[in-house]
């Protein structure tokens, strides 16, 4: 298993439980899959984006975000389902956008 960053951008205006859910769903998604999340956390709250992202919601309407949640993971997982991952990820609404990367482990 490969260590992986991942950095998400997600909806500002979430109430707090429903928060708690995503975050969960993240988490829950990562060790379905086999892996293991070590930390997890978020970086910022409300931060201003340098553009803004535009969002289909479920209810089929379109929204402009200039703000968002920072929401970052650490994570262990298999290289090869790495792609699956992705995948789930798109699939959540309100996650806006997101970025996956390897981390260079110590030797």
Request: hydrophobic share 40%.
């Given at each position: 298993?490969?260590?992986?960053?991942?950095?998400l951008l997600i909806m500002p205006d979430l109430?707090?439980?429903?928060?708690?859910?995503?975050?969960?769903?993240?988490?829950?998604?990562?060790?379905?899959?086999?892996?293991?999340?070590?930390?997890?956390?978020?970086?910022?709250?409300?931060?201003?984006?340098t553009f803004n992202i535009r969002a289909t919601?479920?209810?089929?309407?379109?929204?402009?975000?200039?703000?968002?949640?920072?929401?970052?993971?650490?994570?262990?997982?298999?290289?090869?389902?790495?792609?699956?991952?992705?995948?789930?990820?798109?699939?959540?609404?309100?996650?806006?956008?997101?970025?996956?990367?390897?981390?260079?482990?110590?030797?």
């Amino acid at each position: 298993m490969n260590s992986y960053e991942a950095m998400l951008l997600i909806m500002p205006d979430l109430p707090e439980q429903e928060r708690k859910n995503v975050f969960n769903q993240i988490s829950q998604t990562i060790s379905s899959k086999g892996g293991k999340v070590e930390n997890a956390d978020i970086w910022a709250d409300r931060r201003k984006l340098t553009f803004n992202i535009r969002a289909t919601l479920t209810s089929g309407g379109v929204k402009k975000f200039n703000e968002a949640l920072y929401y970052l993971v650490n994570f262990k997982l298999d290289p090869t389902l790495i792609s699956q991952l992705k995948q789930d990820l798109k699939l959540n609404d309100v996650i806006l956008r997101f970025l996956i990367t390897k981390r260079e482990t110590k030797s």
